[in-house]
């Protein structure tokens, strides 16, 4: 089995930051791509950004210039570091890690959520 968990929400007033940070362990012989997630209430889940295992990056256009994603593979572990945070950014962020087990199978992990607020 592999674990997700996610820290780092909070409440935030609009032009602050935050920084989410998600680590996985368990079964893992190797971690390829890493990416984080939101679902806003009402709202379908949508991808945010992710980094590949070589450290290649995309980002959702709504969070270009503001966002970064960022991994650290010795501790297994994806970073996103939010500044300039805007109202419309208020979700439950979900981080996402795809890996290949000890059996050599791969597989698709997501943590339990961290709720980010962006509001005054």
């Known amino acids: 089995q592999v674990q997700v968990v996610e820290s780092g929400g909070g409440l935030v007033q609009p032009g602050g930051s935050l920084r989410l940070s998600c680590a996985a362990s368990g079964s893992i012989f190797s971690i390829n791509a890493m990416g984080w997630y939101r679902q806003a209430p009402g709202e379908q889940r949508e991808l945010v950004a992710v980094i590949a295992s070589g450290g290649s990056t995309n980002y959702a ?40 087990n000890f059996l050599r199978r791969r597989q698709e992990s997501w943590g339990q959520g961290t709720q980010v607020t962006v509001s005054s």
Not at 67 to 83: E, P
């Open 61 to 100: 256009d709504s969070v270009k210039g503001r966002f970064t994603i960022s991994r650290d593979n010795a501790k297994n572990t994806v970073y996103l570091q939010m500044n300039s945070l805007k109202p419309e950014d208020t979700a439950v962020y979900y981080c996402n890690v795809n890996v290949m």
